[in-house]
């Protein structure tokens, strides 16, 4: 583990920190951080289920977007607080034990030698259910080959199309073309979805898109750029929860997403002939974000 984060080349910032020492663009050095462990209801309905996905979110985040919904935890001075590996896959067994469908880590690339650990840990103490990463989509295929085998259920965003607006809302230039590769080899990880005898997803890659006003053209990319290399391997969630705040430096998007531009994409994603998923309106609430107390972590330090 220590050898990988030395110069950390975990995320496609490549940024080469010596993490054990400082930290990373990220803002992770080599302590794990974590802000929350808990059910969570909110995901697509073969993650959620009846009785919530298992989701840790991590602290720190590699992509870094104007807009992010999670920016307590994001930032570089992130909210979150540090936790062992062994915490960790106690926090995983512990989640599984109040009856969570599967394990969801939400951003957790700059942290993927400690999830490996702690999926090892786990399960050689019984962990069974299916352990979903949950991501920007802007990911490195290299760090994607190390979690071969311990992920049954990719979740990845596509956020962008044009390198344009990538560049103006995550710094990101390179996003579409980083996501793809990543996408492509979450697919080849994972092949086509298989369900259990309840409907929920044992293993899959189902790709996220979030709307962001007035980028219906790119949306509108984004979904054909799917269906025409994915097709019927991955599902598609189209997502209408974007939430403005504080965008005054992007007065553009402080705005939600209007019924008329949500349709129209639903409509292009029928015609698309894409399987998977809308939102209702009632998304558009920041109440869907949860607290980032360090509730549901086991053990944590003093």
């Given at each position: 583990?220590?050898?990988?984060?030395?110069?950390?080349?975990?995320?496609?910032?490549?940024?080469?920190?010596?993490?054990?020492?400082?930290?990373?663009?990220?803002?992770?050095?080599?302590?794990?951080?974590?802000?929350?462990?808990?059910l969570?209801?909110?995901e697509?309905?073969?993650i959620?289920?009846?009785n919530g996905?298992?989701?840790?979110?991590?602290?720190h985040?590699?992509?870094?977007?104007?807009?992010?919904?999670?920016?307590?935890?994001?930032?570089?001075?992130?909210?979150?607080?540090?936790?062992?590996?062994?915490?960790?896959?106690?926090?995983?067994?512990?989640?599984?034990?109040?009856?969570?469908?599967n394990?969801?880590?939400?951003?957790?690339?700059?942290?993927?030698?400690?999830?490996?650990?702690?999926?090892?840990?786990?399960?050689?103490?019984?962990?069974?259910?299916?352990?979903?990463?949950?991501?920007?989509?802007?990911?490195?295929?290299?760090?994607?080959?190390?979690?071969?085998?311990?992920?049954?259920?990719?979740?990845?965003?596509?956020?962008?199309?044009s390198?344009?607006?990538?560049?103006?809302?995550?710094?990101?230039?390179?996003?579409?073309?980083?996501?793809?590769a990543?996408?492509?080899?979450?697919?080849?990880?994972?092949?086509?979805?298989?369900?259990?005898?309840?409907?929920?997803?044992?293993?899959?890659?189902?790709?996220?898109h979030?709307?962001?006003?007035?980028l219906?053209?790119?949306?509108?990319?984004?979904?054909?750029?799917?269906a025409?290399r994915f097709?019927?391997?991955?599902l598609?969630?189209?997502?209408r929860?974007?939430?403005?705040?504080?965008?005054?430096?992007?007065?553009?998007?402080?705005?939600?997403?209007?019924?008329?531009?949500?349709?129209?994409?639903?409509?292009?994603?029928?015609?698309?002939?894409?399987?998977g998923?809308?939102?209702?309106?009632?998304?558009?609430?920041?109440?869907?974000?949860?607290?980032?107390?360090?509730?549901?972590?086991?053990?944590?330090?003093?």
């Open positions: 583990m220590t050898e990988l984060l030395k110069h950390c080349r975990l995320c496609p910032r490549a940024c080469g920190a010596d993490r054990t020492r400082t930290r990373g663009l990220c803002g992770a050095d080599a302590t794990l951080e974590a802000a929350r462990a808990s969570h209801f909110w697509e309905p073969p959620s289920g009846k996905s298992g989701t840790v979110f991590f602290s985040c590699s992509l870094g977007c104007v807009f992010c919904q999670n920016r307590q935890i994001s930032r570089r001075e992130a909210a979150g607080r540090p936790i062992s590996v062994e915490s960790l896959a106690r926090t995983f067994l512990s989640l599984e034990q109040q009856g969570a469908h394990i969801n880590l939400v951003t957790g690339a700059h942290y993927a030698p400690h999830i490996i650990a702690a999926l090892r840990l786990a399960r050689a103490q019984g962990l069974h259910i299916p352990a979903v990463y949950n991501s920007s989509g802007y990911e490195s295929p290299d760090t994607l080959a190390l979690l071969d085998g311990w992920i049954d259920i990719y979740l990845p965003d596509y956020k962008y199309y390198s344009y607006y990538a560049e103006r809302y995550s710094h990101a230039p390179d996003y579409r073309e980083t996501a793809v990543a996408i492509t080899e979450m697919v080849r990880q994972t092949g086509a979805p298989v369900y259990d005898e309840h409907g929920l997803l044992l293993r899959g890659t189902v790709i996220r979030l709307m962001l006003p007035g219906a053209g790119d949306t509108a990319q984004v979904l054909r750029d799917i025409a097709g019927d391997r991955v598609v969630s189209l997502m929860q974007y939430t403005p705040f504080a965008m005054q430096d992007w007065p553009e998007l402080d705005r939600t997403i209007t019924p008329e531009e949500y349709h129209e994409a639903c409509a292009l994603f029928r015609d698309l002939g894409l399987g998923f809308f939102q209702q309106s009632e998304a558009v609430s920041e109440s869907f974000i949860p607290a980032f107390d360090g509730t549901g972590l086991e053990d944590i330090p003093t």
